[in-house]
């Protein structure tokens, strides 16, 4: 999945392939209180969802040296795409020469027609990053990752 722009901090704007950079002039973005799916959008475009800023307790006492602490963490407002990036986006990325191919080992989607509509899976984060950059989006962080993924 990509995140939206929205979650740059104020007085910045998203640009594809440049991230966040500073706005001439600050806008206010309002975001509802609770999570709204985003309409779908003519040409295939993937529809988002709109999740408010908040803080939860991210982490865990039993797991990976990575993990611990438990600690509070606060996420600003960001909008996510409610599906994940489906092997038929991922390949038109790559024939317009934005993406290069993913993995084709035995358990990855890429190449393979029957999972078209499958997630796509066997990239790295650079390449998920320049699926997302091209679509005019970014990935989201590990605290809004987790956020999203708790509901």
Known sequence: ??????????????EAGRGCVGDAVAAAVVLPSRPSPAPARAGGEVAMVNL?????????????????????????????????VTTAAYTTCVRAARCTAAGTGTYCNY????????????????????????????LPTEEEWEYAARG
């Open 1 to 14: 999945k990509c995140a939206g722009a929205a979650s740059c901090a104020a007085g910045s704007h998203f």
């Open 111 to 138: 190449g393979k027609s029957d999972k078209d509509n499958h997630p796509i899976n066997c990239v790295d984060w650079d390449q998920a990053t320049a699926y997302c950059g091209s679509v005019g989006k970014r």
């Open 52 to 84: 408010p800023a908040g803080s939860f307790m991210m982490g865990s006492d039993d797991g990976d040296a990575d993990e611990k602490p438990v600690h509070r963490v606060s996420v600003a407002g960001f909008a996510m795409d409610v599906t994940e």
